[in-house]
């Protein structure tokens, strides 16, 4: 049995999220989560590309190479939520910085 | 790219949507040292909207005060200089010209080209030297720079104190004591 779990910054349950399972570029399966963030199946052993899609969170889509044998595996896929931050850049003088630009990179922690 | 977020500043300030999460930070911006953006790392988290960064530079920008704007003129000690922003409003702390004549600004921007404005006035000199009090801007295309300031002799002034009483009778002895 395979599941996979959809989740909102960790912590809450994301329905209607959409799992596709390719094979070799085949789609075989198209579904969503359920209302506990849960889609579950089983397909034989093998190599699988999984496709999970969201429309409300980041990212929006997530992909992942899975090899499934005969063990049961629960797959977390976690999202996240938006929200608007504003950023104040001064110089040594306490100075406003008149133009530019900063650049943030997400961490994989 | 979903790891990468960019948010464009103008005078201070940007904003952008973004996740929680913990960014490595960065900055391009021309005439600064970008490797001096303090925190270099930010956690965004829920509830807290407002993040705070600050960027040097490395530049020097000399005054020098003389009575005749060169640099062979004599030096004037005591000269106060400010930085100020596009407006005049003056950030940071006074400098005062020392007794070569020179008051210095550093950590100021500068690049080849596309170097940000800076903005400084004097707001005092020596006590017996005019100066320009008016709002200038320079912008510093080398690592340092000296620019060269007009403080002339004050002017001769006449001061006369007659009697409130006796209109024209003048005092025959005293001070006026201005400050």
Same mark, same amino acid.
């Given at each position: 049995?395979?599941? !996979? ?41 093998? !190599?699988?590309?999984?496709? !999970? ?12 190479? !899975? ?43 | ?11 201070? $300030?940007?904003?952008?949507? =973004? ?6 930070? +960065? ?6 040292? $970008?490797?001096? =953006? ?15 960064? #600050? $960027?040097?530079? #490395?530049?020097?920008?000399? /005054?020098?005060? +003389? ?6 003129? $004599? ?19 006074? =400098? ?28 005092? +000199? ?8 008016? /709002? ?34 003048? =005092? ?8």
């Amino acid at each position: 049995m395979i599941k !996979i779990k959809c989740m909102l910054d960790s912590s809450i349950d994301i329905c209607k999220c959409r799992v596709r399972l390719y094979k070799n570029d085949i789609l075989l399966i198209d579904e969503c989560t359920n209302k506990y963030g849960y889609y579950c199946f089983n397909i034989e052993k093998g !190599i699988y590309k999984l496709k !999970i899609s969201n429309k409300y969170y980041y990212p929006k889509i997530q992909y992942f190479s !899975i090899f499934i044998n005969n063990n049961d595996e629960e797959i977390i896929v976690n999202f996240n939520k938006k929200h608007p931050i504003t950023v104040r850049l001064v110089d040594n003088y306490n100075l406003p910085i008149e133009k530019g630009r900063m650049i943030f990179w997400k961490m994989n922690k | 790219m979903e790891n990468e977020q960019v948010i464009e500043i103008t005078n201070g $300030i940007g904003s952008k949507e =973004i996740v929680n999460a913990t960014y490595t930070v +960065s900055a391009n911006i021309t005439g600064y040292d $970008i490797t001096s =953006i303090t925190p270099n790392e930010v956690e965004i988290v829920e509830g807290t909207d407002d993040y705070s960064f #600050t $960027i040097g530079a #490395t530049g020097t920008l000399t /005054l020098h005060v +003389s009575d005749d704007g060169t640099d062979a003129g $004599i030096p004037i000690e005591g000269a106060k200089f400010v930085r100020c922003d596009a407006d005049g409003v003056t950030h940071g702390d006074e =400098i005062t010209s020392d007794v070569d004549g020179n008051a210095v600004f550093g950590n100021v921007p500068y690049a080849e080209e596309g170097a940000p404005n800076i903005y400084y006035k004097q707001t005092a +000199s020596d006590g017996s030297h005019d100066f320009d009090n008016t /709002l200038k801007t320079i912008t510093l295309t080398t690592e340092t720079h000296t620019e060269e300031v007009l403080n002339t002799e004050a002017a001769l002034r006449n001061f006369t104190l007659t009697d409130t009483n006796y209109t024209g009778l003048p =005092i025959a002895d005293g001070q006026i004591l201005l400050s």
